[in-house]
């Protein structure tokens, strides 16, 4: 690595630990030592900016734990791919990530309360990178959303109305037709 390229890594370290990047993540991406990355952003804290310090990144399994969680994950990650394209498959583009976390918040409405933040965003980035998750298209609404191995919830498509289960019921119900009688009484 050549000095031109260890000033833009601390560089791009600079600016991840500004707009909130954990330290856990800026030294992953960068591939700063995770000691080092967290001594930077401490004096970056010192000197008044205001940086993140969470130690732990979440995972689907803490983001994603009912029908709401999924659905504004599936519009961020939605968002995310479209403006990326197919390379978030490969690398996660935090340029994207970044561009894509500044129009969420339109698209979720405004009296929305969601706990997606910078990191989690990057987790699902992260997620779907490395073929964990992935965005799969509903066969009864035809509209896509993300599913993680790692997430808690058994919600399927978030954007489907529940089933009615007394329908469900009375559509499997053996049929009068051909010697079949109802269930008695």
Not at 74 to 79: C, E, I, P, V
Not at 82 to 106: D, H, K, Q, T, W
Not at 112 to 135: C, F, Q
Not at 152 to 173: D, E, G, Y
Request: aromatic content about 10%.
């Amino acid at each position: 690595m050549t000095e031109l390229d260890k000033i833009f890594k601390w560089i791009s370290a600079y600016e991840m630990a500004l707009i909130g990047y954990s330290v856990p993540i800026i030294a992953a991406q960068e591939n700063i030592e995770r000691e080092k990355c967290r001594a930077f952003v401490n004096k970056l804290a010192q000197r008044g900016y205001n940086v993140e310090h969470k130690q732990r990144l979440q995972s689907s399994k803490m983001l994603l734990r009912n029908k709401e969680d999924k659905i504004y994950a599936s519009l961020f990650m939605l968002t995310y791919i479209i403006l990326g394209g197919n390379a978030v498959y490969r690398n996660i583009e935090c340029s994207i990530l970044e561009m894509a976390f500044e129009i969420y918040p339109n698209i979720q409405g405004e009296n929305t309360i969601s706990n997606l933040d910078i990191n989690s965003a990057w987790s699902m980035a992260k997620e779907l990178r490395d073929g964990d998750a992935y965005m799969k298209n509903c066969v009864e609404c035809d509209m896509p959303y993300f599913i993680s191995i790692n997430e808690h919830t058994t919600v399927k498509c978030p954007f489907c109305p529940p089933k009615n289960k007394r329908s469900i019921f009375i559509s499997r119900a053996p049929s009068r037709k051909r010697g079949h009688h109802a269930l008695p009484h």
